[in-house]
């Protein structure tokens, strides 16, 4: 019977997306990890692999399709001995809402590249146990069972009707990480929202006030919705508080100058930022109990320091993660953060190197910004603003007036996460690691 290719979720606030383009036509065989189509999100445009083999039997959305819903049909794949004849009559059942953290985080290491389940099980795909239970199954879920000595009989599949997909077997391969626990509340808590802007006044009432002056009208692109539900959840469900420390930066970049000196035949140029990153991550290994982000009913705490830094692009953001930054060299950083960076600008970031953290930086001073309150990003239990340094007139250890470059950090925090002596004992460290530069290379 024929097989309904359905629209991914390929990140956890991902309700819809628009189906860019088309990598196959209508005849075209295709086999498991072969590329379909590129899907649009909030964050990013991505591949979109198949996960049977047969032929593309019809295209069912067209390239540009915009708001095309989660675990809707996109396409209909043939099986072996099947013809055209058979899409239009083969019955469409309607797929199983799996969770989109669930899509999105069973297989973290091709997270962008989610594939398609059935909407009904073909004879080829059922399995029976020793029981005389019948387990519906993929063609390749069954051929990854026995790649890897998966049990399919104690299996609950995510696909429609119950199947077993690819998916299933990857995640039953390892334990539950905390990621994907973290990725399920991160899903929880936005997808209420993360469809439409939520809005305290209504358009048409808004409007009548302005209707004698000129403006322009802006759709809200599916980007800006999605900061906008998230921020608004942020604020009126974390119970934000916030630290502030001053930091004296001239040794920090006295020695930035000596290492970009010496580092200039690796064509590597460190900046103030690089510097940030490092100085938080080992501060959240040297306060364990501040690395940590709230579940809903309980709070967990990491032993990897990971890192997202929040990156502004075309008509929004994106907070990027660096992973094990603490054990990282700042070069290395420097490298990855740059290569982040750029990816997110062109929106070709996969979902797993933009999703986690416990912690997150934002940086405004590059643009004359002396300090600011940033908003946490929820799972996240805290977020480090960052202002221009400057210098300023002040009071040197001798008791004498001097000059100093100064920039200003405030700590937003998840007052459920992390108290306010736990916070200023993190930020004293990200202070003193930052006023000490040469201690974070030992």
Not at 42 to 49: C, H, I, R
Not at 399 to 404: Q, R, S, T
Not at 436 to 442: D, I, K, R, T, V
């Given at each position: 019977?024929?097989?309904?290719?359905l629209?991914?979720?390929?990140?956890p606030?991902m309700?819809?997306?628009?189906?860019?383009?088309?990598?196959?036509?209508?005849?075209d065989?295709?086999?498991?990890?072969d590329?379909?189509?590129e899907?649009?999100t909030?964050?990013?445009?991505?591949?979109?692999?198949a996960?049977?083999?047969g032929?593309?039997?019809?295209l069912?959305?067209a390239?540009g399709t915009?708001?095309?819903a989660?675990?809707s049909?996109?396409a209909?794949?043939l099986?072996?001995?099947e013809?055209?004849s058979?899409?239009?009559a083969?019955p469409?059942?309607?797929?199983?809402?799996?969770p989109?953290?669930?899509?999105?985080t069973?297989?973290p290491?091709k997270?962008?590249?989610?594939?398609?389940?059935?909407?009904?099980t073909?004879?080829?795909?059922e399995?029976?146990?020793?029981?005389?239970?019948?387990?519906?199954a993929?063609?390749?879920a069954?051929k990854l069972?026995?790649q890897n000595?998966?049990?399919?009989t104690?299996?609950?599949?995510?696909?429609?009707?119950?199947?077993?997909?690819?998916a299933?077997?990857?995640?039953?391969?390892?334990?539950?990480s905390?990621?994907r626990?973290?990725a399920?509340m991160?899903?929880?808590?936005?997808?209420?929202?993360a469809?439409?802007?939520?809005?305290?006044a209504?358009?048409?009432t808004?409007?009548?006030?302005?209707a004698?002056?000129?403006?322009?009208?802006i759709?809200l692109d599916r980007?800006?919705?999605?900061?906008?539900?998230r921020?608004?959840?942020?604020k009126?469900?974390?119970?934000h508080?916030?630290?502030r420390?001053?930091v004296?930066?001239?040794?920090l970049?006295?020695?930035r100058g000596?290492?970009?000196?010496?580092l200039?035949?690796?064509?590597?140029?460190l900046?103030?930022?690089?510097f940030?990153?490092?100085a938080?991550?080992l501060?959240l290994?040297?306060?364990?109990t501040?690395?940590?982000i709230?579940a809903g009913?309980r709070?967990?705490?990491?032993?990897?320091?990971?890192?997202?830094?929040?990156?502004?692009?075309?008509?929004g953001?994106?907070t990027?993660?660096?992973?094990?930054a603490?054990q990282?060299s700042?070069?290395?950083?420097?490298?990855?953060m740059k290569?982040?960076?750029?990816?997110?600008?062109?929106?070709k970031?996969?979902p797993?190197?933009?999703?986690g953290?416990?912690?997150?930086?934002?940086?405004?001073?590059?643009?004359?910004?002396?300090?600011?309150?940033?908003?946490?990003?929820?799972?996240?239990?805290?977020?480090?603003?960052?202002?221009?340094?400057?210098k300023?007139?002040v009071?040197?250890?001798s008791?004498?007036?001097?000059?100093?470059t100064?920039?200003?950090?405030?700590?937003?925090v998840d007052?459920?996460?992390?108290?306010?002596?736990?916070?200023?004992e993190?930020?004293?460290?990200?202070?003193?690691n930052l006023e000490?530069?040469?201690?974070?290379?030992?």
């Open positions: 019977m024929p097989i309904e290719i629209m991914p979720a390929l990140s606030t309700e819809e997306g628009t189906l860019a383009k088309w990598l196959v036509k209508e005849g065989a295709v086999a498991s990890g590329l379909l189509a899907i649009e909030d964050k990013a445009t991505m591949e979109f692999e996960v049977d083999e032929i593309i039997g019809k069912l959305v390239e915009e708001n095309v989660v675990n049909a996109i209909v794949l099986e072996d001995g013809s055209s058979e899409v239009d083969a469409s059942a309607p797929a199983s809402p799996a989109a953290a669930e899509a999105a069973s297989s290491a997270s962008a590249t989610l594939a398609s389940a059935p909407a009904s073909p004879p080829a795909a399995d029976k146990a020793a029981e005389g239970v019948r387990i519906f993929t063609p390749l069954r069972a026995a000595n998966v049990d399919l104690r299996l609950s599949g995510s696909g429609p009707r119950g199947r077993i997909v690819k299933d077997i990857e995640a039953a391969g390892s334990a539950v905390a990621d626990t973290v399920s991160a899903s929880a808590a936005s997808t209420s929202g469809a439409s802007a939520p809005q305290s209504n358009f048409e808004i409007s009548k006030l302005y004698e002056r000129a403006y322009e009208e759709s980007m800006r919705k999605t900061i906008a539900a921020l608004t959840e942020a009126q469900t974390v119970p508080f916030y630290l420390r001053d004296m930066l001239d040794n970049l006295g020695f000596e290492m970009n000196a010496a200039a035949e690796r064509d590597v140029k900046s103030v930022n690089d940030v990153i490092k938080c991550a501060a290994t040297t306060v364990p501040a690395n940590a709230w009913d709070i967990l705490q990491f032993t990897p320091a990971d890192i997202a830094v929040a990156v502004a692009i075309d008509g953001l994106i990027p993660v660096l992973k094990d603490d990282k700042l070069s290395v950083l420097s490298t990855e290569d982040l960076a750029t990816r997110a600008k062109g929106r970031l996969a797993d190197e933009y999703q953290g416990s912690f997150a930086i934002s940086n405004l001073g590059m643009f004359g910004i002396d300090n600011f309150d940033a908003v946490i990003n929820p799972p996240h239990g805290a977020i480090l603003a960052v202002g221009a340094g400057k300023k007139p009071v040197t250890a008791g004498e007036l001097g000059i100093a100064v920039m200003s950090l405030t700590l937003s007052h459920r996460v992390i108290d306010g002596a736990l916070g200023a993190l930020l004293n460290v990200i202070v003193k000490n530069p040469m201690a974070m290379l030992a």
